[in-house]
């Protein structure tokens, strides 16, 4: 606050005018307000008339005009907002005014974000589809022929979410919005419109100028890498020739060849993605990679004891050999923890075999084995997880992997236990035969894989 007399001289300042001017109020008592009270346009850098003298012209209260900055006796620069106010005798006249003002940055800075975040994506920092299609219909022009329109969708972002967390599908799309901001030109309009989806404008590009410019973009995103997996976007692209075309045919004619692009792409594209993944979880857990391996062996010899063909004797080791895929989304610690987990730890723990499910079900090669997967920690009692179905309400080929999977975690060294002499692993395999295991199963996986007496 900082209070004149009717000739503009200051008589009075708080401390807070004080921490924001520069000037002390032995200083600035006595001085023109305009002296302390320096102001200026933010764009124009034009200095702003004092309020303070409007207030004596107009005899009423005045506020300030937007984009105003305070300049202090240093020279820093405030955001301002402020309000003038006559100060009136008993006789009713104007005798002086008090200027009340505020430091503006954080709320200047909150109505920046806002406009920011109304035109673009809060993530990469690209433009989103509300400046898209607004750019669209302005750029729609026959000085602006021929525009081109590049659709890109990147393959595998729910499949990185699921394993790694949505932190990483997050790094994944900043290194592509990095690498099209690096390749494209300064007027060309790059915009996330969706999850995995990106549309670039080009403005005087033609269709042969397009495709060289995907062909740099997928030559840069190839050598990119998420947790050791290649980086992998479908793109599609058409280029408006005449006016009579309409520009939103262009894009939908682009967004179909995409797609196009990517039913061809995926089916490789996602069964190469789960085994990049079940490679970073034995990086990541050399047990879990041992383990897996014996219970795929341990899976295989199951099958051919209960003389399955071989398609499908085939498709158990290979579940075995996945059935704790989801485990790459557990906490690495929590895999080592030679302590008895927690409760939150095995929370983590138990939602494996979902993750291994989501993971596989998204693809042609393991789409079988999914379900398998996702009832590996099933009960023949129904007291297991993560549904808690019982008996043959369990699919066949999981009660299976379950029996492999109880029989090697027992037999194995652990962090947090020893491993059972294979005895004794037989005998918890008989006593939790008809409550944890398929009794007739493990019947058969004592005598017939293990060559052990069942004694009932």
Same mark, same amino acid.
Request: proline share 3%; aromatic share 8%; with cysteine.
């Given at each position: 606050?900082?209070?004149?007399?009717?000739?503009?001289?200051?008589?009075?300042?708080?401390?807070?005018?004080?921490?924001?001017?520069?000037?002390?109020?032995?200083?600035?008592?006595?001085?023109?307000?305009?002296?302390?009270?320096?102001?200026?346009?933010?764009?124009?850098?034009?200095?702003?008339?004092?309020?303070?003298?409007?207030? /004596? !012209?107009? =005899?009423?209260?005045?506020?300030?005009?937007?984009?105003? *900055?305070? #300049? @202090?006796?240093?020279?820093?620069? &405030?955001?301002?907002?402020?309000?003038?106010?006559?100060?009136?005798?008993?006789?009713?006249?104007?005798?002086?005014?008090?200027?009340?003002?505020?430091?503006?940055?954080?709320?200047?800075?909150?109505?920046?974000?806002?406009?920011?975040?109304?035109?673009?994506?809060?993530?990469?920092?690209?433009?989103?589809?509300?400046? /898209? !299609?607004? =750019?669209?219909?302005?750029?729609?022009?026959?000085?602006? *022929?021929? #525009? @081109?329109?590049?659709?890109?969708? &990147?393959?595998?972002?729910?499949?990185?979410?699921?394993?790694?967390?949505?932190?990483?599908?997050?790094?994944?799309?900043?290194?592509?919005?990095?690498?099209?901001?690096?390749?494209?030109?300064?007027?060309?309009?790059?915009?996330?419109?969706?999850?995995?989806?990106?549309?670039?404008?080009?403005?005087?590009?033609?269709?042969?100028?397009? =495709?060289?410019?995907?062909?740099?973009?997928?030559?840069?995103?190839?050598?990119?890498?998420?947790?050791?997996?290649?980086?992998?976007?479908?793109?599609?692209?058409?280029?408006?020739?005449?006016?009579?075309?309409?520009?939103?045919?262009?894009?939908?004619?682009?967004?179909?060849?995409?797609?196009?692009?990517?039913?061809?792409?995926?089916?490789?594209?996602?069964?190469?993605?789960?085994?990049?993944?079940?490679?970073?979880?034995?990086?990541?857990?050399?047990?879990?990679?041992?383990?897996?391996?014996?219970?795929?062996?341990?899976?295989?010899?199951?099958?051919?004891?209960?003389?399955?063909?071989?398609?499908?004797?085939?498709?158990?080791?290979?579940?075995?050999?996945?059935?704790?895929?989801?485990?790459?989304?557990?906490?690495?610690?929590?895999?080592?923890?030679?302590?008895?987990?927690?409760?939150?730890?095995?929370?983590?723990?138990?939602?494996?075999?979902?993750?291994?499910?989501?993971?596989?079900?998204?693809?042609?090669?393991?789409?079988?084995?999914?379900?398998?997967?996702?009832?590996?920690?099933?009960?023949?009692?129904?007291?297991?997880?993560?549904?808690?179905?019982?008996?043959?309400?369990?699919?066949?080929?999981?009660?299976?992997?379950?029996?492999?999977?109880?029989?090697?975690?027992?037999?194995?060294?652990?962090?947090?236990?020893?491993?059972?002499?294979?005895?004794?692993?037989?005998?918890?395999?008989?006593?939790?035969?008809?409550?944890?295991?398929?009794?007739?199963?493990?019947?058969?996986?004592?005598?017939?894989?293990?060559?052990?007496?069942?004694?009932?």
């Amino acid at each position: 606050m900082i209070a004149a007399d009717r000739e503009g001289i200051i008589e009075f300042i708080n401390p807070v005018t004080e921490k924001l001017t520069g000037w002390s109020i032995s200083d600035a008592r006595g001085k023109p307000i305009e002296t302390v009270f320096n102001i200026i346009n933010e764009y124009t850098r034009e200095k702003v008339t004092s309020p303070v003298a409007e207030v /004596f !012209e107009k =005899e009423q209260i005045v506020e300030l005009a937007n984009h105003t *900055l305070l #300049i @202090s006796k240093d020279g820093r620069e &405030v955001p301002i907002e402020d309000t003038a106010s006559p100060i009136r005798d008993k006789d009713n006249n104007i005798v002086g005014c008090v200027l009340v003002f505020r430091d503006f940055s954080e709320k200047k800075e909150k109505q920046r974000w806002i406009e920011f975040l109304s035109y673009h994506d809060q993530l990469s920092g690209l433009y989103n589809r509300r400046f /898209f !299609e607004e =750019e669209l219909l302005r750029l729609d022009t026959k000085r602006n *022929l021929p #525009i @081109s329109l590049v659709f890109a969708d &990147v393959n595998g972002l729910k499949t990185i979410n699921d394993a790694f967390g949505h932190h990483v599908g997050d790094q994944l799309i900043n290194k592509v919005a990095d690498v099209f901001l690096a390749e494209c030109r300064a007027d060309d309009i790059i915009s996330r419109t969706g999850g995995d989806e990106f549309v670039i404008i080009l403005p005087n590009t033609d269709s042969v100028s397009s =495709e060289k410019l995907i062909k740099r973009i997928k030559s840069k995103i190839e050598k990119q890498k998420i947790m050791n997996i290649n980086i992998s976007i479908s793109f599609g692209w058409d280029t408006k020739q005449s006016e009579a075309q309409s520009v939103w045919d262009v894009l939908k004619n682009a967004e179909n060849y995409m797609y196009k692009k990517k039913t061809f792409d995926n089916a490789s594209r996602r069964s190469s993605v789960v085994k990049s993944i079940l490679g970073t979880l034995r990086i990541k857990s050399p047990y879990e990679d041992a383990h897996s391996k014996r219970v795929s062996e341990l899976c295989e010899s199951f099958g051919k004891a209960l003389k399955l063909e071989s398609d499908e004797i085939a498709e158990l080791r290979a579940a075995g050999e996945l059935h704790d895929i989801g485990k790459v989304a557990v906490d690495e610690k929590i895999l080592s923890d030679a302590e008895e987990l927690t409760d939150s730890g095995w929370a983590q723990m138990k939602s494996h075999p979902e993750i291994g499910y989501r993971l596989l079900s998204n693809t042609n090669e393991f789409y079988n084995i999914a379900e398998y997967i996702a009832a590996h920690h099933e009960r023949w009692d129904g007291t297991g997880y993560p549904k808690g179905i019982r008996g043959e309400s369990i699919h066949f080929k999981a009660r299976i992997i379950a029996i492999a999977d109880a029989f090697d975690a027992m037999t194995s060294e652990r962090p947090y236990k020893n491993a059972l002499p294979e005895d004794e692993a037989v005998s918890e395999m008989r006593k939790n035969a008809g409550t944890q295991f398929d009794p007739e199963l493990a019947r058969v996986f004592v005598e017939k894989v293990l060559g052990k007496e069942w004694i009932t």
